[in-house]
């Protein structure tokens, strides 16, 4: 998330509110590493051309800022939730929080369409915690497509929660479904999980769906690529059809408008959108000399200094887990992240990487969407990512608010 004591908008940038009927296909370019939304259709997937990934950054401009409507002690919410934001520094809105909250805390639809780290998430958080002060039995539930962007939602609606007695629930794979059957029993207003692990607890009649007036869909097109569309058509069937519905997506494609048109009434569309790739973010490739080892290129690269935090990508969860091992054979401080760690342990890596504890994070494209991860130097693709989508959700990870970062791309 952009720093709300400044600005929050990137120069350059470009906010409206309008319909955006762009749905970018033209730059999902598929390799043979993974297959895209057509190649799963049986179409031939592409392959990303080099040049995609070389792109020097562009030096911080003096430009017009986005000048926003509101202060956060503007909103129409309680006084409480306004202390709370406060006291976290935020003063100016970023322009996705400027012109969503208004529209929630009116009750609308909303479509919101933003590159990542541009504050979406509390564009919702803070409406919502209006919401529910203002009605002790309201029930939210917030869809998100990784466990840890459904932690990090979380962390972020108990910081604007504050010492409010209002309460939380993360229901995700990889933890005690127990435990958290137990915590939805207790009693809590807001719901933060991923589409199977909901749709799981729906099925066995944990989760009454039909006791929940607002849902948000994050990252929706994230959740399209993972596969979730079942899932997901299988909550919004149980949900009330007298409901607010929200979605956020970084993309908005034929499946995405399907999906708006399927699940909500009459939206609002908010387009923030900076570009395809990061301004901010110097990318370039890296060539495999002939006879030198793809591994030991990468062990040179890290062992100079201004490799100080990386997040690696990797294509499987088997070659992450083996790379990030051979890495720690060679010295170096790595952990590493993937569908087959359990949560704890993918949530105890992330932690550590997040604090600097460690100097690299290995990765499947679990990481690749809505995490807030600060000072990352350099992102690098190990293995090629599938889509050009992908590409740029992976580098958005360095580069973030007014820092530069660093996108390597390894081309065998």
């Known amino acids: 998330m952009f720093n709300n004591k400044h600005q929050g908008q990137r120069p350059g940038a470009s906010s409206s509110i309008r319909r955006n009927d762009n749905h970018g296909r033209g730059k999902r370019i598929a390799t043979h590493k993974r297959p895209s939304q057509g190649a799963r259709r049986g179409f031939a997937p592409a392959t990303i051309h080099a040049s995609k990934f070389i792109k020097k950054a562009e030096p911080l401009r003096e430009e017009a800022p986005y000048m926003p409507v509101h202060q956060f002690k503007d909103f129409a919410v309680r006084d409480e939730i306004k202390n709370n934001v406060i006291r976290k520094g935020y003063i100016t809105p970023t322009p996705i929080q400027d012109q969503t909250i208004p529209l929630v805390l009116e009750g609308h639809d909303v479509v919101g369409i933003a590159n990542t780290g541009t504050g979406k998430t509390a564009a919702f958080l803070i409406p919502l915690l209006h919401k529910i002060l203002n009605n002790p039995k309201e029930k939210i539930l917030v869809v998100a497509p990784t466990r840890e962007l459904a932690d990090q939602i979380n962390a972020e609606f108990i910081t604007f929660r504050g010492a409010l007695r209002i309460y939380s629930v ?19 207003n807001l719901i933060v999980g991923t589409p199977g692990r909901l749709k799981d ?72 959108k900076n570009g395809e790739t990061s301004q901010n973010v110097d990318q370039d490739i890296v060539k495999i000399p002939q006879g030198q080892a793809k591994f030991e290129v990468l062990h040179r690269l890290l062992c ?23 890495l720690v054979q060679k010295g170096l401080k790595s952990e590493s992240i993937h569908g087959n760690k359990t949560q704890n342990n993918r949530q105890r890596a992330l932690t550590l990487f997040k604090e600097s504890r460690i100097q690299i994070l290995v990765a499947t494209d679990v990481a690749a969407r809505g995490l807030d991860i600060p000072n990352v130097s350099h992102v690098i693709n190990y293995d090629a990512p599938a889509t050009y989508e992908d590409y740029v959700h992976r580098i958005g990870r360095t580069g973030r608010g007014d820092k530069t970062g660093k996108a390597l791309t390894f081309i065998d």
Do not use: W
């Not at 993360?170 to 915590?183: H, L, P, R």
């Not at 569309?229 to 908005?252: C, G, H, N, Y």
């Open 304 to 326: 100079t200094t201004e490799f100080s935090k990386v997040l690696i990508f990797g294509r499987t969860k088997y070659g992450v887990e083996k790379l990030s091992k051979a």
């Open 170 to 188: 993360v229901c995700v794979g990889g933890a005690s479904i127990g435990n958290q059957i137990s915590n939805i029993k207790r009693g809590s």
């Open 201 to 272: 607890l729906t099925e066995r009649g944990a989760l009454k769906l039909g006791d929940f007036r607002t849902i948000v869909l994050d990252e929706a097109d994230r959740m399209l690529d993972m596969g979730f569309v079942k899932d997901m058509r299988a909550i919004m069937a149980r949900m009330s059809p007298e409901r607010q519905t929200l979605l956020f997506s970084a993309t908005i494609t034929s499946e995405i408008d399907g999906l708006i048109k399927e699940f909500q009434k009459d939206p609002i569309r908010i387009s923030v």
